[in-house]
């Protein structure tokens, strides 16, 4: 099957894949550039960032492609609203949020005719959101890494979703290979969004310790935590997180008070940054349920083309 260009709002991808946002800075500038520039749409991940990394980080990107960039950021962070418009003013392409929902940002996103795409789960917030502005949708099902909303594997969801609103739906959880984004595309999908196939890329700014890790999980080694954040979290087990899960995480002496609101039960920011740093005991190594379909490392460049190489073999 030859995929379609993937539309969202002014927008026009040649490949339909949107590249998911993973924080805290596994999803910068270099991963984001390399995926738009094979035709994809590339994000960076701002939350955890500073305004002026984010600043840093767009305009990198920019110097490196002249693709769709966009941002990711996590609706629960404090400083959401601020990055979302620190990405606007940088003249970000679009903005893409998820980990809660927001109604402010649609307004923001009208004012300066930026696509604002968020992240859900059922097909009452795909309408809401469509009501409300949304250029398009995202629906992650619970094969998805890092935070989830639903127990309900996408492919369940995709047909309800897909029939509830006429913006473009761009489906997410388990896609690891050309089939997957076929059999999306056959069930209603727009296009896709991969996260955890990029996590383990060339070009992800994951430290090579972190990379190794992924590809040493098995299917058995993926849990779901309770994240400080209120949702559960999809990740890999080592030491940090079986102590997340025997509530035994240690809590956090001082707090920065990165979320508006935090359960406190362990610090999230800083065991997301030790993993991406390379610490795979203490850190928190968020992943899709599928990592273990992954068994090398690759550029952006050929895991695109083997996506749509798959693709193209699907009758």
Known sequence: ???????????????????????????????????????????????????????????????????????????????????????????????????????DMFGMGKESGTPIVPIVSSAKLAKISQSLGAAAVILE????????????PMLSLLPEIRNAVTIPVIAAGGIMNGRDIVEAIRLGADGVQMGTRFAASLESNGSPALKE????????????????????????????????????????????????????????????IRAQQGDVETGLVFTGEYIHKIHEILPVKEIVARLIKEADEVS
């Open 1 to 103: 099957m030859k995929l379609p260009e993937l539309k969202i709002g002014h927008l026009i991808a040649k490949v339909p894949i949107i590249q998911g946002g993973m924080a805290i800075r596994i999803s910068t500038a270099r991963l984001a550039a390399a995926v738009a520039q094979e035709g994809g749409i590339g994000l960076i991940a701002a939350s955890g960032m500073t305004f002026d990394e984010l600043r840093y980080e767009i305009r990198l990107a920019r110097s490196l492609t002249t693709g769709i960039i966009g941002i990711n950021a996590m609706v629960a962070a404090r400083e959401f609203a601020g990055l979302v418009r620190t990405a606007i003013e940088e003249g970000i392409d679009l903005v893409v949020a998820g980990a809660g929902f927001s109604r």
């Open 141 to 152: 099902g619970k094969e998805a890494g890092g935070h989830l909303g639903t127990d309900q």
């Open 213 to 272: 890790f992924y590809l040493k999980a098995k299917p058995e080694d993926v849990v779901l935590i309770q994240s400080p954040v209120g949702l559960p979290g999809r990740a890999i087990k080592n030491p940090f997180a079986e102590k997340i899960l025997e509530s035994m995480a240690p809590k956090p002496e001082s707090c920065d008070a990165c979320l508006k609101h935090c359960a406190r039960n362990f610090c999230i920011i800083q065991a997301l």
